[in-house]
């Protein structure tokens, strides 16, 4: 996976992933524009999404109604070092229960950021004065 972040101005990044473009900025209070999440927001956004992804697997995999699934996920900060210190992720499904609603569970705890965040990868990084392209 490779993704690339370049400056725009202010507070402002625009970030190209596969051809999709997301911008990344600071609300108004923080000196930003707002024109898009804060780099936290879409920690969470990939957290709720990929656990709404493989709720939505164990769903489709037994033909139970996705209807009005929701997710979220809200987190609360943390000190020294600055960071978010934990993360709450709720899912609703509808109709569910039993033994489907503990399916579901299961499924959410599979997901590839879930198992992430528990299990912290190696983290590197290199500082250059400039950034070379990397071969296809």
Do not use: W
């Not at 996920?73 to 503990?102: C, W, Y």
């Amino acid at each position: 996976m490779d993704v690339r972040v370049q400056y725009e101005g202010g507070v402002l990044f625009e970030a190209n992933v596969r051809g999709h473009r997301l911008l990344c900025d600071q609300p108004l209070s923080n000196g930003g524009t707002d024109q898009g999440m804060t780099p936290p927001e879409f920690l969470l956004t990939a957290l709720a999404t990929c656990a709404g992804y493989y709720a939505l697997e164990y769903l489709r995999a037994r033909k139970l109604s996705a209807e009005g699934l929701d997710v979220r996920v809200t987190a609360e900060k943390a000190k020294e070092p600055a960071r978010l210190g934990s993360f709450v992720i709720q899912v609703s499904v509808p109709g569910l229960e039993g033994r489907h609603l503990e399916g579901v569970d299961r499924a959410v705890k599979a997901c590839l950021i879930h198992n992430t965040l528990l299990h912290p990868p190696k983290l590197e990084t290199v500082v250059t004065g400039s950034l070379l392209a990397q071969a296809a």
